[in-house]
């Protein structure tokens, strides 16, 4: 699995989470929620913390990750993290 972050979604990131070199924001699985992949889960965010990395991404000293725990939410697919500038939201394609 690979997880790719637009750049868009990056300045989102640091803003919205007040980010500095060192942090990490973990991407993970949560019950209930609006979610495309499966039924009953959907995807949260979090500065905190990757213990256990199951797919990475870092740009600017900051890492973005996916427990290994967590990937069974994705079945095998990769990851691609924007922003939308309509909704000022964080959008996240499966695919």
């Known amino acids: 699995m690979e997880i790719k972050i637009t750049q868009p979604a990056i300045r989102w990131f640091q803003d919205e989470f007040d980010l500095t070199e060192g942090d990490s924001v973990r991407i993970h699985v949560r019950y209930g929620g609006c979610g495309s992949v499966q039924t009953g889960f959907s995807?949260?965010?979090?500065?905190?913390?990757?213990?256990?990395?199951?797919?990475?991404?870092?740009?600017?000293?900051?890492?973005?990750?996916?427990?290994?725990?967590?990937?069974?939410?994705?079945?095998?697919?990769?990851?691609?993290v924007k922003y939308s500038r309509k909704f000022d939201e964080i959008q996240f394609v499966v695919e």
Not at 50 to 63: Q, R, S, V, Y
Not at 70 to 75: I, K, Q, S, V
């Open 43 to 80: 995807l949260g965010l979090g500065k905190e913390k990757i213990d256990e990395p199951g797919a990475l991404f870092e740009k600017d000293g900051i890492t973005y990750g996916i427990e290994a725990k967590d990937l069974w939410y994705f079945e095998d697919k990769n990851l691609t």
